[in-house]
């Protein structure tokens, strides 16, 4: 009786470890190829280093400036793990002064084989000024270096920016935002909103460009290009 009930005990136990095994496995599977490629080079999944910061990837859907989908499997935001955790300070930073709210990344690591499909895309069209050419080194995105970011309500929802993430002219200039609002462009909210992003990633160590309020490099150009490598 005594062995039998062991005996049970032992076939539950192993149907749980089979049990385990497949989970494990279909969990696994549901991250991408190239999730777990940059995984492997050393890179740093943003959600599982701070699953407060919200994560939604804009060229993994074809409502971006290219109009194609250009992540065909990431769905996941990977950076170099120094921009990481000065993203992690940024948000540490953000939700001491607005507990409100969170950053939400737009996009992150960009491998150069999906920096050369949005060349293609936009190379001898007036877009070209926006897009960094594979055959000059690429871009900190290329790097594992940079963000494109905005800030979000505790629910997801996006505040006021003035304009759309990857709007392509004055209106997404950080340097004239004055003027923007005194000529309508901007509302004084977005102007604020974007004051407080630029606040939040600066203390964190990231660089705002001058011609795209979502966009923070966390080193310089040369920096990046003597001391990182670029993801394939
Ligand atoms: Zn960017």
């Given at each position: 009786m005594m062995m039998k009930k062991i005996f049970q005990r032992l076939q539950m136990g192993s149907l749980l470890l089979l049990f385990g095994c497949v989970f494990s496995v279909s969990a696994a599977d549901k991250e991408s190829a190239t999730a777990r490629r940059l995984a492997r080079e050393g890179y740093v999944n943003i959600q599982k280093e701070d699953p407060s910061i919200h994560v939604s990837l804009?060229?993994?859907?074809?409502?971006?400036?290219?109009?194609?989908?250009?992540?065909?499997d990431l769905k996941e935001a990977f950076l170099h793990p120094e921009a990481m955790a000065a993203l992690k300070k940024a948000q540490a930073y953000l939700k001491q002064l607005r507990p409100d709210l969170s950053l939400k990344v737009y996009d992150a690591a960009r491998p150069m084989r999906i920096q050369q499909k949005m060349w293609d895309k936009v190379k001898?069209?007036?877009?070209?000024?926006y897009v960094s050419n594979p055959a000059h080194g690429g871009g900190m995105h290329n790097y594992g270096m940079a963000v494109d970011i905005t800030l979000c309500t505790l629910k997801g929802d996006t505040l006021d920016?003035?304009?759309?993430?990857d709007y392509m002219g004055?209106?997404?200039?950080?340097?004239h935002e004055d003027r923007l609002v005194s000529e309508k462009k901007i509302s004084p909210k977005a102007r604020e909103n974007r004051q407080l992003l630029r606040k939040v990633m600066r203390h964190g160590g990231f660089i705002p460009l001058r011609t795209e309020w979502w966009h923070f490099n966390k080193c310089s150009r040369a920096t990046a290009k003597k001391y990182y490598k670029v993801i394939p």
């Amino acid at each position: 009786m005594m062995m039998k009930k062991i005996f049970q005990r032992l076939q539950m136990g192993s149907l749980l470890l089979l049990f385990g095994c497949v989970f494990s496995v279909s969990a696994a599977d549901k991250e991408s190829a190239t999730a777990r490629r940059l995984a492997r080079e050393g890179y740093v999944n943003i959600q599982k280093e701070d699953p407060s910061i919200h994560v939604s990837l804009m060229y993994s859907r074809a409502d971006n400036f290219c109009g194609v989908v250009l992540y065909d499997d990431l769905k996941e935001a990977f950076l170099h793990p120094e921009a990481m955790a000065a993203l992690k300070k940024a948000q540490a930073y953000l939700k001491q002064l607005r507990p409100d709210l969170s950053l939400k990344v737009y996009d992150a690591a960009r491998p150069m084989r999906i920096q050369q499909k949005m060349w293609d895309k936009v190379k001898h069209t007036n877009k070209d000024i926006y897009v960094s050419n594979p055959a000059h080194g690429g871009g900190m995105h290329n790097y594992g270096m940079a963000v494109d970011i905005t800030l979000c309500t505790l629910k997801g929802d996006t505040l006021d920016m003035g304009t759309k993430i990857d709007y392509m002219g004055m209106a997404a200039h950080i340097d004239h935002e004055d003027r923007l609002v005194s000529e309508k462009k901007i509302s004084p909210k977005a102007r604020e909103n974007r004051q407080l992003l630029r606040k939040v990633m600066r203390h964190g160590g990231f660089i705002p460009l001058r011609t795209e309020w979502w966009h923070f490099n966390k080193c310089s150009r040369a920096t990046a290009k003597k001391y990182y490598k670029v993801i394939p």
